[in-house]
């Protein structure tokens, strides 16, 4: 089976389904002219969650596919039958993706296989006339229009989540690395750039699982957007280790090119640069008699590391010692890196409902003879109640005000006959009572 493409950025829209109308109809019989009030409400529409998949590895699918919507809500039926729920939608997302706003703030991300996450809630089902009954008011005509879906736009970006993470120059051995130490089967090459794009491999060690990324091949200034390092400095920033594999088999070069990863590393993050690691020096199986020089070298390097292993993928030399210690180093940081789950595992809710305390409201008089009103509470109450009959529009006039703005309007110069336009809706209010 072909190979996803990479992608690591994406842009999304979201929207959550409209909640169903409720139904304004009375009870019907054989010899009976009008019984009572039977319209039922209307469904919740659905709602949008991102749910973790730790079988995706990479946000492609989200470039061909924009715009994701949940199924509204069924409107409320005779006989006080409720409307049926709109389906919710369950959107699949890689381990180690983040969430953005349009302004770029940071919503929520997803660490965990199936952790769910509601980013966007269904609108409310709009009630019947049924619901409206009471003692004062057996035989109401009064009913609602479903709340009004919710509409976002997204960032997503894609972090991959392992444990280790393997940086080096290109032709490094990092592809033969993970090859042996790991179930993965990458395309290995003795040419610069064999890793393209980020692979991933579970390792199994003395009883502990853990993953570990293989980056495509460093090279200098990658920090400044040389070569392709800079695409993928970024994943690192997941892991609890960084191995940095160094080809051992050029000697007079090896501490130089440890040095330019660290400098590339602390260039482009310094919590990056901080991060715990070991030094692997590869090939080693090419040096064979050299133990003075490369004792002399890993002399040079302790000072700045003293965590340096040898190692051969060709005869698997430390093998053991160098999972060994990865093992122990990352038991030892777990409680460290639980925290820091804990902590960005947020959940964000975008409710769209009135909010009580944003009354604010602005007003418009472009003529003589027309108000329009518009703010949140407003404009929310405009789309639940249909001005389709003089019960109705009471209600609606009753709540502005009980909020203050009828009264403001009286300030400003509403008088008899004028028109209240709700604004971004698509009734108007032409009649006025100013004893009431």
């Not at 715009?67 to 809500?73: D, E, I, L, M, Y």
């Amino acid at each position: 089976m072909k190979e996803k493409q990479f992608i690591d950025e994406a842009w999304i829209n979201i929207e959550s389904g409209r909640g169903g109308d409720g139904l304004q109809t009375f009870h019907k019989e054989k010899n009976l002219s009008r019984g009572g009030p039977s319209g039922g409400n209307g469904g919740n529409g659905g709602s949008i969650y991102f749910i973790g998949d730790s079988g995706e590895n990479t946000l492609l699918d989200f470039k061909s596919n924009r715009v994701f919507k949940a199924k509204p809500g069924i409107r409320g039926g005779s006989n006080n039958c409720t409307g049926a729920n709109g389906e919710d939608l369950y959107i699949k997302t890689p381990l180690g993706t983040q969430f953005f706003d349009e302004e770029g703030n940071y919503l929520f991300e997803i660490l965990r296989h199936e952790q769910s996450i509601l980013a966007l809630k269904g609108g409310k089902g709009g009630r019947g006339n049924s619901s409206f009954k009471s003692s004062k008011n057996p035989s109401p005509e009064l009913y609602e229009n479903g709340e009004l879906g919710g509409v976002l736009k997204l960032k997503l970006n894609l972090k991959v989540l392992a444990d280790v993470g393997l940086l080096g120059f290109p032709n490094s051995g990092k592809s033969t690395f993970i090859s042996v130490v790991s179930n993965a089967k990458p395309k290995i090459g003795s040419y610069p750039f064999t890793t393209l794009v980020p692979k991933l491999g579970l390792v199994k060690h003395n009883n502990y699982k853990f993953v570990v990324s293989d980056l495509p091949g460093l090279i200098e200034d990658a920090s400044e957007n040389k070569g392709m390092g800079i695409q993928f400095l970024k994943h690192l920033e997941r892991t609890k280790i960084i191995l940095h594999l160094i080809d051992i088999s050029e000697l007079e070069k090896v501490k130089e090119k440890y040095l330019i990863l660290r400098n590339e590393l602390k260039k482009f993050s310094e919590e990056l640069s901080e991060k715990k690691e070991i030094i692997v020096l590869t090939k080693s199986d090419l040096v064979e008699g050299f133990d003075e020089e490369i004792e002399a070298i890993i002399a040079e390097l302790k000072p700045l590391n003293p965590n340096i292993v040898l190692f051969s993928s060709l005869t698997k030399e430390n093998m053991t010692i160098l999972l060994n210690d990865v093992v122990e180093t990352l038991i030892a940081s777990k409680d460290e890196i639980d925290e820091v789950e804990l902590r960005t595992d947020v959940i964000f809710k975008y409710i769209k409902e009135t909010n009580n305390d944003d009354l604010a409201f602005e007003i418009e008089h472009p003529n003589t003879r027309e108000w329009i009103v518009s703010g949140k509470y407003v404009q929310y109450w405009g789309n639940r109640i249909p001005m389709q009959n003089t019960e109705n529009f009471w209600r609606l006039y009753n709540k502005l005000q009980s909020k203050g703005i009828i009264d403001a309007l009286l300030e400003r110069g509403l008088s008899q006959g004028d028109w209240i336009r709700i604004k971004d809706t698509s009734f108007e209010l032409q009649y006025f009572d100013d004893e009431d």
